[in-house]
């Protein structure tokens, strides 16, 4: 492969031969050298290495002619080619040997990249092997929601790299990066470049990825176990275009990449999901069998994660504190299934390992019964989110609601129909509101209480601060002026449910 000027100059380096000389901008156009001898056709774009005794030659030449020359070769005045000299004297033989091997060095990571192109290739083993080429450091790609596509083998390995990978460093980090001005103007840049590590405590050497002039991927190699070198830039936006035509090619094949079992399970929401049995032996395939207990949640995403594209993340984060949990955007929320049975753990302790995340991203979720099996996998989505809606009405300073707690609230949203709960609640009950307004009587709070107390009439008295007598008095009156009867079970039920339809429209 091509190397620029500043390339050639860094890995000489790193291997310890001392160069001078100023070197041109940027651009990869240097192949391999040959010797120059007085007589060559010098070539606008060319490497030439200068034996013993050969004079510099006397022509302007061009910036983009580069001789790599012992101390004490001096150019012409007037010569524009660039000129790199070595620290010490060295036989001209040595110098062609060692910038030789700097070209093998590029030339077997150039034939890595296209291996990786191949069926045998992987993402992972490219960045494993590109981490010499970026001074040591680990690399990483990344889709432009932040899930973690890749990384390299050594930042499993290493301690202080596995930080690193941390569900909830990377959470906090993709949290703080949607509010930086600088990291939204990165999304656009077309070339290399440097991100500040006032945020992850470390530099990041960067490329995006385009797909069809929208954002996608990001390369990303942090600067933790070496230095950045000048020169890194141009070699990182050359593997760029090996990433890209990769996860073009591959990973849109791959099933897997994007995770069959969110598929499935949006299918199966949708009714697309095919026959019960062969819907069953597909999840199954995943470890989802249809007598494992499962749950199913639904988040209310925040409107910046919608407008900053970070659902898929959230998803991924939520995959990572629940185990054997399958998270994906569905309508306008996430929806999430979580094999109980596999998970291992109570619904308690599930919800336990994630409220801290819901707090600190400010999404609310709501939880259906647990279920066996996948006949209802739709109805039991839709209890999730009636918990969720219901939920949010009845305690909106919760963070996490479930079914069981919030049914009975939804119910009564529902039950109504298109008249307004008004309409259905029984007349008795107004009677009473009207009686107590015009004579400062407290006839409707004490049937409510009678029946929330189950018609125990000594706990009822006692609530309300009156005699016995009193109640059975305040009793009386209340059947004379509705004609109540609370023998009936169905009048107290349509009582209750009255009661609680005047809550919600007086709320």
């Known amino acids: 492969m091509k190397i620029s000027p500043q390339i050639l100059k860094m890995r000489l380096e790193t291997w310890g031969f001392g160069l001078s ?3 041109p901008g940027r651009g990869m156009y240097l192949g391999r050298p040959v010797f120059y001898t007085e007589t060559e056709n010098e070539e606008e774009e060319r490497l030439y290495i200068l034996p013993g005794g050969t004079r510099l030659p006397d022509r302007a030449g061009t910036k983009r002619q580069v001789f790599v020359t012992g101390p004490d070769a001096e150019p012409p005045s007037g010569a524009k080619y660039t000129i790199l000299r070595f620290s010490s004297l060295q036989d001209s033989c040595k110098m062609m040997n060692a910038v030789q091997r700097v070209f093998d060095f590029y030339d077997a990571w150039e ?7 191949d069926d045998e290739g992987d993402l992972q083993t490219l960045l494993d092997e590109s981490m010499e080429v970026f001074g040591g450091n680990p ?5 432009a929601d932040f899930f973690l596509l890749a990384h390299s083998s050594v930042m499993d390995e290493k301690e202080e790299l596995r930080e690193l990978l941390d569900p909830n460093n990377l959470f906090e980090f993709c949290t703080a990066f949607k509010q930086d001005e600088e990291y939204n103007k990165a999304r656009t840049l077309q070339h290399a470049f440097y991100y500040p590590g006032y945020i992850t405590g470390y530099r990041n050497l960067c490329v995006n990825i385009f797909d069809h002039g929208i954002y996608t ?4 190699i942090p600067e933790t176990l070496g230095s950045f070198q000048p020169g890194m830039q141009e070699l990182l936006e050359f593997m760029a275009g090996f990433v890209a035509k990769y996860l073009k090619y591959r990973y849109r094949k791959n099933s897997a990449f994007f995770t069959t079992l969110h598929q499935l399970l949006v299918a199966a929401l949708k009714g697309e999901s095919g026959r019960d049995e062969q819907r069953d032996r597909r999840l199954q395939e995943y470890g989802w069998s249809p007598r494992h207990s499962y749950i199913c949640l639904d988040f209310k995403t925040a409107m910046l994660d919608q407008q900053n594209l970070t659902v898929n993340f959230i998803c991924r984060h939520i995959e990572a504190l629940i185990p054997n949990s399958c998270a994906f955007p569905y309508e306008e929320d996430i929806v999430a299934f979580v094999n109980l049975t596999r998970f291992g753990k109570t619904v308690d302790e599930m919800f336990r390992s994630i409220i801290i995340f819901l707090r600190d991203s400010y999404l609310k979720v709501g939880a259906s019964r647990c279920f066996t099996g996948f006949e209802e996998l739709g109805n039991y989505y839709l209890q999730a989110k009636a918990a969720l809606e219901a939920g949010n009405e009845q305690a909106p300073y919760q963070w996490s609601h479930r079914f069981e707690d919030a049914a009975l609230g939804y119910m009564l949203r529902h039950c109504t129909g298109k008249l307004p709960p008004r309409l259905w609640i029984s007349e008795k009950l107004g009677i009473l509101k009207e009686h107590d307004r015009e004579h400062r009587t407290e006839f409707y709070r004490t049937l409510k209480l009678f029946l929330e107390n189950n018609l125990n009439t000594v706990r009822t008295a006692k609530e309300l601060y ?14 004379e002026m509705t004609g109540v009867d609370l023998d009936n079970r169905d009048q107290r039920l349509y009582l209750m449910i009255s ?4 809550e919600l429209e007086e709320s």
Do not use: D, P, Q, W
């Open 21 to 23: 000389g100023n070197v």
């Open 111 to 117: 034939e890595a990249l296209y291996r990786s192109l």
């Open 139 to 143: 690399l990483t790609v990344s889709t």
């Open 217 to 220: 991927y990001r390369i990303a």
């Open 466 to 479: 009156i005699h016995r007598s009193t109640f059975l008095y305040r009793m009386e009156r209340i059947k």
């Open 499 to 502: 009661f609680r339809l005047m």
